[in-house]
């Protein structure tokens, strides 16, 4: 079993933690919106959507997206 870091508090754990578990709701809810959208036809999305392929296609963009943001985000701080 590895040890945790010298300077890694329970803080810092916390905070890493908080960060990841926020990173999957994103992803669940991105998969959970578009099977909505899907659903209700919202924007006419249900005949584009259609398709298992193309659902995955648009929910991974969109993490990807959502992904590179959040990168963009981190650099600029």
Same mark, same amino acid.
């Given at each position: 079993m590895e040890k945790m870091a010298a &300077?890694?508090?329970f803080k810092d754990f916390l905070k890493d933690l908080g960060m990841r578990i926020s990173a999957a709701s994103i992803?669940?809810?991105?998969?959970? &919106?578009l099977g909505y959208f899907k659903r209700t036809d919202f924007l006419g999305l249900?005949?584009?959507l259609d398709s298992t392929t193309a659902y995955f296609t648009a929910a991974f963009a969109l993490v990807a997206l959502v992904a590179i943001v959040w990168i963009l985000y981190q650099h600029t701080k």
């Open positions: &300077g890694f508090t992803v669940v809810g991105i998969f959970f &919106g249900s005949s584009v």
